[in-house]
Nanobody, 126 residues
Framework: QVQLVESGGGLVQAGGSLRLSCAASGRMVSSFPMGWFRQAPGKEREFVATISTGGSYTAYADTVKGRFTISRDNSKNTVYLEMNRLRPEDTAVYFC???????????????????WGQGTQVTVSS
C-alpha cells in the first residue's frame, strides 16, 4: 500500500515563496514517477508538474513554468515543489500523486495516477 503525505502549505503574500514536500511510503515508491496537481474552490483539479523516476525528466503547466520547480530525493522517498513569485491565482489545495508505472516519465493527466495524498492548502494574498 502506498501512502503520500503533503506538507509545507500555508499563507503567503503575492510574490513570496513556499516549498511543498510529499513523503511517500510503500514498496518501490522511488521507482515510480510522481506529480503535483492543484484544485481551487469551484474548479477542476489541474496539473502542475511531474517528474520521472530518476528526476531527469520534468514537465510543467504553462501557468507555473519558470516559477515552480519539481524535484525528488529518492533516498528520502520525497518529492518537492518549490514555488516562487506566487500569485493569488495559485491559491488552491495542492495534491501529490504517484503513478505505478515503473521507470516511466510521468503524466499531466490526473487519471494516470494511482495514489493521492490528502492535500495541503496554499493561500496567496494580494
Amino acid at each position: 500500500q502506498v501512502q503520500l503525505v503533503e506538507s509545507g502549505g500555508g499563507l503567503v503574500q503575492a510574490g513570496g515563496s513556499l516549498r511543498l514536500s510529499c513523503a511517500a511510503s510503500g514498496r518501490m515508491v522511488s521507482s515510480f514517477p510522481m506529480g503535483w496537481f492543484r484544485q481551487a474552490p469551484g474548479k477542476e483539479r489541474e496539473f502542475v508538474a511531474t517528474i520521472s523516476t530518476g528526476g531527469s525528466y520534468t514537465a510543467y503547466a504553462d501557468t507555473v513554468k519558470g516559477r515552480f520547480t519539481i524535484s525528488r530525493d529518492n533516498s528520502k522517498n520525497t518529492v518537492y515543489l518549490e514555488m516562487n513569485r506566487l500569485r493569488p491565482e495559485d491559491t488552491a489545495v495542492y495534491f501529490c500523486a504517484i503513478r505505478k508505472m515503473v521507470f516511466s516519465r510521468g503524466s499531466s493527466r490526473a487519471s494516470d495516477y494511482d495514489y493521492w495524498g490528502q492535500g495541503t492548502q496554499v493561500t496567496v494574498s494580494s
